[in-house]
Nanobody, 129 residues
Framework: QVKVAESGGGSVQDGGSLSLSCSMS????????TGWFRQAPGKGREGIAS????????RYHDSVKGRVTIARDNRASIVYLQMNDLKPEDTAMYYC??????????????????????WGQGTQVTVSS
């Protein structure tokens, strides 16, 4: 199965920007839908954005619409998450998830953790006020 690894996290000030990367390796053809998620201490994992393997079907959580863009480079097998105007409440560990089911990208709203079976180790994002 595919393997995923997140990178690009860090510490920024309120209003800052970060670009996260989800690098995929091995059985990349099994990746049909990719999601970005975050988990703050003491909270459940929350879906932020998703993109299908063709890069044409995207979804966003209402809390990040207008501030976050998901995109992919299939030649490099990387899915990006560009985050702008970051707020302290965006502080969390950010995870990339891979699903072999394309229709998991067709949900009307943000991706759901239970639809994804392959996860990376996460990358920490900290936003200070």
């Amino acid at each position: 199965q595919v393997k995923v690894a997140e990178s690009g996290g860090g510490s920024v000030q309120d209003g800052g920007s970060l670009s996260l990367s989800c690098s995929m390796s091995e059985d990349t053809d099994s990746n049909k839908c990719t999601g970005w998620f975050r988990q703050a201490p003491g909270k459940g994992r929350e879906g932020i954005a998703s993109i299908d393997n063709g890069g044409t079907v995207v979804r966003y959580h209402d809390s990040v619409k207008g501030r976050v863009t998901i995109a992919r480079d299939n030649r490099a097998s990387i899915v990006y998450l560009q985050m702008n105007d970051l707020k302290p409440e965006d502080t969390a560990m950010y995870y990339c998830g891979s699903s072999s089911t394309w229709s998991n990208c067709l949900r009307a709203d943000e991706p759901r953790p239970g639809d994804f079976s392959v996860w990376g180790q996460g990358t920490q994002v900290t936003v200070s006020s």
